[in-house]
C-alpha cells in the first residue's frame, strides 16, 4: 500500500478509537451527590383574649386575636376576621387594628415582621364595641370568625413567601 493510503487509515483509526474512549467514559462515569435537608412543620395557634359578655348598647366586648407560632422555624403569619352576619356588623363600631398589622387587598391583615418558634404577634385588634345610637331591640346574636394562616419564612421576603402560597 501506498502513503497515500495509510494516512486517511491511520486517521480513521485515531478518530474512532478517540469516540469509542469518550463513548465508554460517558457511559460509564459514576458521581453521586448528597442532598440533605431538614424538613420544618408551620403551625400556629389562634389565641383570644374573648370575654363574653351579653351585647348591649355602647358596650365593650374584649375580643384581642393574636397568633402564636408552635413551629420549628421562622415563619410569617396574617390574619383575617369576619362577622356571622353583615346585619351585626353595622350594630358595631369600628374595628381598629392594633400597630404592627398590615391590611392588604386580599382582605387578610398581614403581621410586619417574623414569628420565631415560640414567639407571637401582637393583638390584631383589643376589642369590639356596639354602637351607642341603636335600642337594645335591634342588637341581633353574632360571632366574630378569625382565621389565620402561616408561611415558613426562610430565605424570603414577606411579599415573596405569600406569593409562593397563593
Given at each position: 500500500m ?34 440533605t ?35 420549628d422555624?421562622?415563619?410569617?403569619v396574617?390574619?383575617?376576621?369576619e ?15 392594633n ?24 393583638t390584631?385588634?383589643?376589642r369590639?364595641?356596639?354602637r ?13 370568625l ?5 408561611v ?15
Amino acid at each position: 500500500m501506498t502513503k497515500k493510503y495509510w494516512i486517511p487509515l491511520i486517521a480513521a483509526a485515531l478518530t474512532m478509537t478517540a469516540g469509542l474512549g469518550t463513548t465508554y467514559a460517558y457511559l460509564t462515569a459514576q458521581d453521586s451527590v448528597e442532598n440533605t435537608f431538614d424538613v420544618s412543620e408551620v403551625d400556629i395557634t389562634v389565641e383570644e383574649g374573648f370575654e363574653p359578655t351579653p351585647p348591649e348598647p355602647g358596650k365593650v366586648i374584649k375580643k384581642a386575636p393574636r397568633i402564636r407560632s408552635d413551629s420549628d422555624t421562622d415563619c410569617y403569619v396574617r390574619m383575617r376576621y369576619e362577622f356571622t352576619s353583615s346585619d351585626a356588623e353595622k350594630l358595631c363600631e369600628s374595628v381598629k387594628t392594633n400597630p404592627g398589622w398590615t391590611k392588604k387587598s386580599d382582605g387578610y391583615y398581614y403581621w410586619n415582621s417574623i414569628v420565631k418558634p415560640g414567639g407571637e404577634t401582637g393583638t390584631l385588634f383589643d376589642r369590639i364595641q356596639i354602637r351607642s345610637g341603636i335600642t337594645a331591640e335591634e342588637i341581633i346574636p353574632f360571632d366574630i370568625l378569625v382565621y389565620a394562616e402561616a408561611v415558613q419564612a426562610k430565605g424570603q421576603s414577606l411579599e415573596s413567601a405569600w406569593a409562593s402560597v397563593d
